[in-house]
C-alpha cells in the first residue's frame, strides 16, 4: 500500500498544518469501539472491551425471560406491576496514545521519517477519537523528556496532542542532552497513571528499545485497558538494498555505507528477523494486536486494514 502523493510528501519533519489538514482524513476511519446497544446488566454478558462500564438507560414492563435480579422493586411497588431496569454500554472511552518521538524514530530511506509517520498516526487517531465523541490525550516523548495531555473529548486537547508532537518532532536533530534517557517504558508507565480503566491505548512506536521491562509493562497496562501496537518500521530495516556503495546522513554528516559483503548482509537480515519475532512475541503474549506500518504506507488505509482484522 504505498503512500498518495498528493497527500504525503516526501520530508524529515512534520509541522502543525501537516497534522491539522489529517483532520478530513481521519473521517475515513472507524475507531475501534463497542456498538452502543441495550441490554439487561445479568452479569453473564462481558463487553467487548475489558473494564467498559455499564450506564443506566431505562426502566420497562417486566417481560418473559427478563432477569428477576434486575427488577426495579421501587417502580413495581409503585406501579402495581413488574418494571427491569435496562443498561448500555457506555459509549464514550477515554483513549490515550503514546507517540514515539526518540532518535531511532528520526530514520527513513523512502518516502518519509519514521517519526513523521508516528506523528501523521497520532494525529488520524486523535482527530477520529474526537470525531466519534471519545475522550483523547496521551503522552509524547523524546529521548530527553515527555508531556501528558490528559484525555478530554474537545479540540483542546487534540490540539495539544499536535503541538506537542511538532515541537518534539522538529527538535530531533538538535544535539541530545545528559538528562536522564526517557525510554518507551518510561511511557507505559506515565500511560498507566493517566489511563481509565475500560480505556483505549494505542502505543506507536518502532519498539527498538523493548526488552523484558516493556512485555511487563504492557502486561500491566493491558490488564484493565485494551491495547493496540503500531509498529512503525522503514524497508531499510528489515532488507539491505542491492549491493552497492550509499551515503547516509545524521541531517549534519555525510557517511557512506557498503551493503555488497554477502555475511554482512545474512546477518542484518538474520537480526531484522529476531527483533521482529521478539516484538510480536511480546504482543502475542499480552494479547495486543500489532499493526505493522511501513514508511511508504498510507497510514489511512492501513488503520483501516488494521482495524477491521482485530
Known amino acids: 500500500m504505498k503512500r498518495k502523493n498528493h497527500q504525503f510528501k516526501e520530508r524529515a519533519y512534520c509541522s502543525i498544518d501537516d497534522l491539522m489538514r489529517l483532520r478530513f482524513d481521519a473521517k475515513a ?12 446488566q445479568t452479569g453473564q454478558h462481558r463487553s467487548k472491551f475489558r473494564g467498559r462500564g455499564m450506564e443506566f438507560a431505562e426502566v420497562r ?18 406501579r402495581q406491576k413488574p418494571h427491569t431496569k435496562l443498561f448500555h454500554e457506555e459509549r464514550e472511552r477515554p483513549i490515550c496514545i503514546i507517540c514515539d518521538q526518540s532518535i531511532s524514530q528520526f530514520f527513513g530511506s523512502q518516502i518519509a521519517f519514521k517519526s ?3 506523528a501523521e498516526i497520532t494525529a488520524l487517531l486523535s482527530w477520529a477519537a474526537l470525531f466519534y465523541g471519545d475522550r483523547v490525550g496521551g503522552i509524547v516523548f523524546s529521548d530527553s523528556q515527555h508531556h501528558e495531555i490528559k484525555p478530554a473529548r474537545n479540540r483542546k486537547s487534540v490540539m495539544g496532542m499536535i ?32 489511563s481509565k480503566p475500560g480505556g483505549l491505548v494505542f502505543i506507536v512506536s518502532d519498539f527498538q528499545d523493548s526488552d523484558a ?26 532488507q539491505l538494498p542491492p549491493p552497492g556503495i550509499y551515503p547516509v546522513s545524521d541531517g549534519q554528516d555525510i557517511a557512506m555505507i557498503r551493503t ?7 546477518h542484518y537480515a538474520q537480526a531484522a528477523k529476531e527483533r521482529q519475532r521478539l516484538v510480536k512475541e511480546m504482543c502475542d503474549s499480552t494479547t495486543t494486536p500489532l499493526i505493522l506500518m511501513s514508511t511508504r504506507d498510507d497510514p489511512v488505509r492501513v488503520l483501516k486494514h488494521g482495524f477491521f482484522l482485530r
Open 260 to 266: 555488497d559483503d554477502k555475511a554482512f548482509r545474512n
Open 61 to 78: 414492563v417486566y417481560q418473559p425471560g427478563d432477569d428477576v435480579r434486575t427488577i426495579d422493586w421501587r417502580v413495581t411497588a409503585r
Open 116 to 118: 513523521v509517520v508516528s
Open 163 to 194: 503541538k506537542a508532537i511538532e515541537q518534539y518532532n522538529q527538535a530531533l536533530s538538535a544535539q541530545q542532552n545528559d538528562a536522564p534517557r526517557v525510554t518507551l517504558n518510561k511511557a507505559l508507565l506515565e500511560a498507566r497513571r493517566i
Open 213 to 238: 521491562d516493556t512485555r511487563r509493562n504492557l502486561h500491566q497496562l493491558a490488564q484493565h485497558n485494551e491495547l493496540i501496537a503500531i509498529q512503525v518500521y522503514d524497508p531499510m530495516e528489515l
Open 29 to 40: 476511519l472507524q475507531m475501534p469501539s463497542a456498538k452502543r446497544g441495550m441490554r439487561q
